[in-house]
Structure formats: structure tokens, C-alpha cells
């Protein structure tokens, strides 16, 4: 591995470990927890909503109805 890439990974475990230290969710604020299943801690994405990452409760309630409404309303006016 070459200097520069050396430096790159040194950037993202930094970017990596601010995330950690601060991940809230955009929606309701509470704190993301890692997925019990997968371990993954970084949330869900939070669009259409915001362009934020939202906790587990928020993607389940809140944008995957948003989404699913835009679907089924594109389906309804011949969108696709």
C-alpha cells in the first residue's frame, strides 16, 4: 500500500469514528444503535424525508410509508 493510500484510510477511519461518537437520527434526534442482527451503526437513509440517517423506529414509521406513497402516487398518475 502506497503513501496515498495510507493517508485515505487514516481519513475515513477518522470520518468513521466522528459518525460513532455522534450519530443521531434526523428525524426524532434519538441516538442510532447498531442493528442487533448485523451490527451495522450507521442508520438507515433517511430520504425522502431529509438527507440525513435515521434510527431503526423512524425508517420503519416514517420513510418507508413516505416511500411507499410516492410509489403508489407516480403509479397513479402513469409515472414510472
Known amino acids: 500500500m502506497n503513501n496515498a493510500q495510507m493517508k485515505g484510510m487514516r481519513m475515513m477511519a477518522d470520518v468513521v469514528k466522528k459518525e460513532e461518537e ?11 444503535l447498531p442493528n442487533p442482527i448485523s451490527g451495522w451503526a450507521f442508520g438507515n437513509n433517511a430520504e425522502p424525508i431529509n438527507s440525513g440517517r435515521c434510527c431503526e423506529v423512524c ?22
Open 22 to 32: 455522534s450519530l443521531d437520527c434526523s428525524i426524532c434526534g434519538d441516538k442510532i
Open 59 to 80: 425508517d420503519v414509521t416514517v420513510v418507508i410509508p413516505k416511500r411507499i406513497a410516492i410509489m403508489c402516487n407516480r403509479r397513479k398518475h402513469g409515472d414510472q
